[in-house]
């Protein structure tokens, strides 16, 4: 079975700062990977997936992410973060060539960037 | 591309009644999920599509809900005998291809009395 394990709840960062939002994930085989964020009173928003290839991957906003196959782990980082930044971010995985689509979906993890 | 819209937004009623939710997937999108959502989880995979044939479906979908997509094109999820466990976010979302990177809806809200 598929999980995805976000630690934190929420994440307190400054503006400018670098930020880390972490994920680790389970799955039968290799996975695909994603960052989804979610605004107040707005739909889920694609950041960034990892399918194969670069371990580093990058996405929408200034977003990157790093995959680590020995630590099962898809952290999503930003060099310097905004003030607009501030979001719920979810990390969901897919195990590749199942034939299933379904994604499953961590808990989430809150971003504040403060001033 | 108008990105994937669900009716309504928000929806009250009391328990025991149906409900009817639609979604309008993206255009060229064959491609098509149902999702629920509630406070504090993230989304939870109810169902999926690929044009008109409904190719998966979770265990959470129970007896009392039905989806479809009828043509290919805008699908419905009917709850039938609505309890108040159901209350939560549907969300629709819709791809272009087999990776996952999935366009959602802003979700229709149930809450159930």
């Known amino acids: 079975a598929q999980s995805v394990a976000q630690p934190e709840d929420q994440v307190n960062v400054a503006e400018g700062n670098p930020l880390t939002v972490k994920c680790t994930y389970s799955?039968?085989?290799?996975?695909?990977l994603f960052w989804y964020v979610q605004y107040p009173n707005r739909g889920l928003q694609f950041l960034l997936k990892?399918?194969?290839?670069?371990?580093l991957v990058k996405g929408s906003y200034g977003f990157e992410a790093e995959f680590n196959k020995s630590q099962t782990s898809f952290h999503l980082k930003k060099p310097s973060a905004l003030v607009s930044d501030s979001a719920l971010y979810f990390c969901?995985?897919?195990?590749?060539?199942?034939?299933?689509?379904?994604?499953?979906f961590g808990t989430g993890t809150r971003l504040l960037v403060s001033p | 591309d108008t990105g994937v819209s669900q009716d309504p937004r928000h929806k009250i009623t009391k328990r025991g009644q149906n409900v009817t939710f639609r979604c309008d997937p993206i255009?060229?999108?064959?491609?098509l999920y149902w999702y629920r959502q509630t406070l504090g989880q993230g989304p939870e995979f109810l169902t999926y599509?690929?044009?008109?044939?409904?190719?998966?479906k979770s265990r959470l979908l129970s007896d009392r809900f039905s989806a479809e997509r009828p043509k290919g094109s805008f699908s419905t999820l009917e709850i039938q005998r609505t309890e108040q466990g159901d209350s939560a976010m549907y969300l629709c979302?819709?791809?272009?291809?087999?990776?996952?990177?999935?366009?959602f809806g802003e979700g229709s809200r149930l809450t159930v009395l």
């Open positions: 979302a819709s791809s272009r291809d087999y990776t996952g990177e999935l366009f």
């Open positions: 799955v039968s085989g290799n996975p695909y």
């Open positions: 990892y399918i194969t290839g670069d371990n």
């Open positions: 969901a995985v897919r195990a590749m060539n199942t034939g299933f689509q379904k994604l499953v």
């Open positions: 255009s060229e999108h064959n491609r």
């Open positions: 599509f690929q044009n008109e044939a409904q190719l998966e």
